[in-house]
């Protein structure tokens, strides 16, 4: 089956892994931007790895017919240096129009601080301004409820932007329906750790019943840390196991993250049915 993984960091991944998620039938990845693995010391570091974002994560994706697209933000975990945010907020429009950049993301919130909720709705100011999409990291563990409700706060204040128009990424069991009533997409993060095993995941996708699961998108999110690339193939045989219909499973691993992303102007998916055709 083919799928879309929304949100996954390739960048920490080596060249073996887009072999591995074309054999899976992976053909598109959404990669928003994120930590390093340390902070950033400079306004350069950034822009060089908004350049590595849409010039060279792409071109390595290409070359295993997988479809890069990207977001672009300073995220939440260096967000706590206010200086540092408004000088990458700066020099994020250069890379708007750049053909694979879908939005502004992953913001969002890591600690619940007040400096990390200043740069959330400055992040969220730039991306009315240049008719943006969103995507919303939540924070961890104890620190998710809070955050997600905070977020949820915010994203209030911004009445000119369309709601269907933002992801609000890594909800669990005790976060997802405020988001989906909330009218925002929700995304669920396969991972083995900190998130959701595909088991876990199965059972919120089945709690939101079909209706609710029309702004549901799985990902692997396969990052520095402990993550699996693969982890949406986990998900479509767990969905299998469980007798849920092949068309119902393409809803949730192709069909919906197509939907949400196609409000993007950049996003131009090839069909993958049809693309070695001619």
């Avoid at 400096?115 to 961890?140: C, G, K, S």
Wanted: proline share 5%; aromatic share 8%; glycine share 6%.
């Amino acid at each position: 089956m083919y799928y879309i993984d929304p949100h996954i960091h390739m960048v920490s991944r080596t060249t073996d892994d887009y072999e591995t998620l074309a054999k899976m039938g992976c053909v598109a990845i959404s990669e928003p931007a994120f930590w390093a693995g340390f902070d950033r010391g400079s306004v350069d570091g950034f822009r060089d790895y908004f350049h590595q974002l849409t010039e060279v994560e792409p071109k390595r994706a290409a070359a295993y017919g997988i479809q890069h697209f990207t977001w672009l933000c300073i995220n939440a975990k260096e967000a706590e240096n206010v200086s540092l945010s408004r000088d990458v907020l700066k020099i994020i429009p250069e890379f708007l129009d750049c053909p694979n950049v879908l939005g502004i993301g992953e913001i969002g919130l890591n600690k619940n601080t007040p400096n990390e909720a200043t740069i959330f709705q400055e992040h969220m100011q730039l991306a009315v301004e240049h008719d943006q999409q969103v995507l919303i990291h939540t924070p961890h563990l104890e620190d998710k409820y809070q955050g997600t409700r905070m977020i949820l706060d915010m994203l209030a204040d911004h009445t000119s932007m369309e709601r269907t128009r933002i992801l609000v990424d890594h909800v669990e069991e005790h976060t997802v329906r405020h988001v989906l009533d909330a009218g925002y997409w929700a995304g669920i993060t396969l991972y083995p750790v900190s998130k959701c095993t595909p088991a876990r995941a199965v059972d919120i996708i089945e709690r939101a019943g079909k209706e609710g699961s029309r702004r549901l998108c799985v990902n692997s999110a396969g990052d520095w840390g402990p993550s699996k690339p693969t982890a949406v193939p986990d998900l479509i045989l767990e969905m299998r196991r469980r007798g849920h219909s092949e068309s119902f499973i393409r809803k949730i691993v192709f069909d919906n993250p197509r939907t949400f992303f196609r409000q993007s102007k950049h996003f131009d998916l090839l069909d993958p049915a049809t693309r070695n055709e001619g």
